[in-house]
């Protein structure tokens, strides 16, 4: 049973297979775009941006001014992380991102974006009624929250850096990086420890 492939796997394979053998597919260039996704993009970057701004005030101060380069001291960048702004989330201001024309989105510090981040509806209703799509997360905000939308361009892409949460202190970068997922850092929910 170990030897056998799962049917996505077997199917993935037989896809790749027959791309290569027509020739639409270099490996190579298979290979490092697989490569990207799994070990140079993605949330868990992040999440390291985000935990390196709880534990390093001067940091989160280059962040707020200039989060292109504050990212990029962390080795993160490239396609769509060329313009980045970072918000940062507050006990009376919560922030969160959309891309009502398309789905631009920062893909070297959150990865590829959720289906629901591209769909019709979130993209429509984030900016007509944000605190009920929350709601649909599960993150309901107190009435004095101030919501802010964000409206990512292929210009601008925004990384939310949400609240620290209680009970956190003298924890490292690698255990706060752990609790930060990618809805946070899109605003659609909260982090708990």
Not at 99 to 106: A, G, R
């Amino acid at each position: 049973m170990s030897g056998e492939l799962r049917p996505v796997d077997a199917r993935v394979r037989a896809l790749e297979s027959i791309l290569v053998e027509k020739g639409y597919v270099d490996p190579a260039a298979l290979d490092e775009i697989i490569e990207t996704y799994q070990h140079r993009v993605g949330p868990r970057n992040g999440a390291h941006v985000v935990a390196r701004s709880w534990t390093d005030p001067d940091f989160a101060a280059r962040l707020a001014d200039d989060a292109t380069a504050a990212v990029a001291e962390l080795g993160y960048g490239g396609r769509g992380g060329e313009h980045l702004a970072a918000v940062f989330n507050s006990p009376r201001e919560h922030h969160l991102v959309v891309c009502t024309l398309c789905s631009c989105y920062p893909w070297p510090v959150l990865g590829l974006p959720p289906v629901w981040y591209k769909s019709p509806a979130y993209r429509s209703r984030a900016v007509l009624d944000p605190r009920g799509v929350l709601a649909d997360f599960g993150t309901v905000l107190d009435d004095d929250v101030a919501i802010r939308v964000h409206d990512s361009t292929s210009e601008l892409r925004y990384l939310v850096v949400p609240q620290r949460p209680a009970g956190t202190d003298g924890w490292s970068a690698d255990e706060l990086a752990a609790i930060v997922s990618r809805d946070a850092m899109i605003g659609t929910r909260l982090v708990s420890a």
